[in-house]
């Protein structure tokens, strides 16, 4: 599922839930296929989101930074393998990976 | 087991090693002598055009960070004193000797080496700086140098410099353990060899010999520290490439002297990235 304001609405999503006016009327029932047409005809209504089926955007955004995590990991677990039973080593490998994961998600 | 390749003698017979410009050692002359003024080294320096105009861009670059406009040695010099110049002079005669000489071998890339060189070179500079040393600029250096034997092995022996190459990489070692293994002669001895012909200072010397065995028995122990210290940090930075994709352990005595316990590493990490980034100029003019 997926939350998203009703200017975003694309033809053929299929709402998750039900959509409810103002006083908790069912205005669409969950699995209706909506419109682009209806999403501005929900806006008419007062209603600013709905949630429909599919993934979150910013799930694929996630997917894609824990990608790099992991690689960054494997990467340097590759590079410290055999070192960080040595308690400096292994703060430096935290200290460096922290460092180095925050400037990717920087960038 | 297998009998070491003996290469150390063919290394120090080899006749063109590169040579540092002669202004060096006029320059080392000049500054023993207190009554030396700003205008003597000045000349001295400019006798070297091409080596002028670089010193001239680096004192201007982010680097030294210096603001107005710098357009004379002699200026140079009045603002940024004896020593800093003759670091700077140091400095672009080592890049000089030994930048866009070769590509390097198959896998191994100079640039990725030099950018190894110049961040480890930053990050001996940002720790001696966080752990109040100083001999900051010397420190820099110290890194920037602390492989050159590598460089030595790579242009005048590529073939044994592939073979511990490829088997630091099959063996998942350091670079040093492969030499260890396969020859007589590791790059810490060739570059402290190499520092020795040129005269660098002692403490330089000891740095680029004893990098990989820092010992608070030696001589100029502090400097060693610092290099040992930083070559490890950058690796876990990963900034370019010495050689091999391991990482040396950290000698207890050298985190201990240096008090990096009670550096928030996190700090020093962004002050060698900050440091990294003025020290690219190095890149740009040679």
Known sequence: MKKIPVDKVQDGMILFRDVCGPSGNILLSRGTVISSALGRRLKNWGITTITVEGKEDSTQEQKEVSVSEEELRNEMQGIFSGVTDNPIMKKIFIAAYHYRLHKTKQE | ?286
């Open chain 2, 1 to 286: 087991m297998q009998q070491k390749k003996q290469i150390r003698q063919s290394l120090e017979l080899i006749s063109s090693i590169p040579t540092l410009p002669v202004v060096i050692e006029k320059l080392t002359r000049l500054l023993q002598n207190p009554q030396t003024s700003a205008e003597e080294i000045g000349k001295a320096i400019t006798t070297d055009q091409a080596l002028a105009s670089k010193v001239l861009k680096l004192v201007n670059s982010a680097f030294y960070g210096f603001p107005g406009k710098i357009s004379t040695i002699t200026h140079a010099i009045v603002i940024l004193g004896f020593s800093t110049v003759k670091n700077v002079v140091l400095t672009a005669s080592i890049f000089d000797a030994f930048r866009k000489k070769g590509t390097g071998i198959e896998g191994f890339d100079l640039e990725h080496f030099w950018l190894h060189s110049i961040a480890c070179g930053a990050a001996a500079q940002s720790i001696a700086k966080i752990t109040g040393s100083n001999q900051k600029e010397e420190c820099f250096i110290a890194g920037l140098v602390h492989d050159i034997g590598k460089i030595i092995l790579c242009q005048h022996l590529p073939e044994e410099f592939h073979e511990a190459y490829v088997f630091a990489k099959e063996n998942s070692i350091l670079f040093f353990q492969s030499e260890n293994a396969l020859f007589d002669v590791t790059h810490q001895e060739i570059g402290g060899f190499l520092a020795e012909r040129w005269n660098l200072p002692k403490d330089l010397q000891n740095a680029v010999k004893f990098h990989h065995a820092p010992s608070p028995t030696r001589d100029y122990y502090m400097m060693t520290a610092i290099v040992h210290c930083a070559d490890i940090l950058i690796r876990a930075l990963n900034y370019g490439n010495g050689g091999d994709m391991k990482i040396p352990v950290m000698s207890d005595n050298v985190w201990k002297n240096l008090g990096m316990d009670s550096i928030p590493l996190s700090q020093l990490f962004e002050a060698i990235n900050d440091e990294i980034e003025k020290a690219s100029i190095f890149l740009q003019i040679t």
